[in-house]
């Protein structure tokens, strides 16, 4: 897995991270089809979900070293 650009905006990190759009299904959060993933950062979405950072990366990490996505 390469290291998540915290200055991309969630399209882009969702076409280098596919599972990343399944895992923040799972959570509720559906940033595959919403417009704003076209702006909003990862970041973005943290603050306004009330995610912890640390462990949503750890989650992302595992996804992609299973080379299957999530779930």
Same mark, same amino acid.
């Given at each position: ?6 200055? @991309? ?17 799972? @959570? ?39 080379? @299957?996505?999530?779930?």
């Amino acid at each position: 897995m390469g290291v998540i650009d915290m200055g @991309k905006n969630m399209a882009q990190l969702m076409r280098e991270h596919p599972g990343l759009a399944r895992l923040l299904a799972l @959570k509720g959060i559906d940033c595959g089809e919403c417009l704003a993933s076209e702006v909003d950062t990862l970041a973005d979405v943290v603050r306004m979900y009330g995610l912890d950072l640390q462990t949503l990366m750890t989650e992302i990490q595992h996804a992609d070293l299973a080379g @299957k996505g999530v779930g």
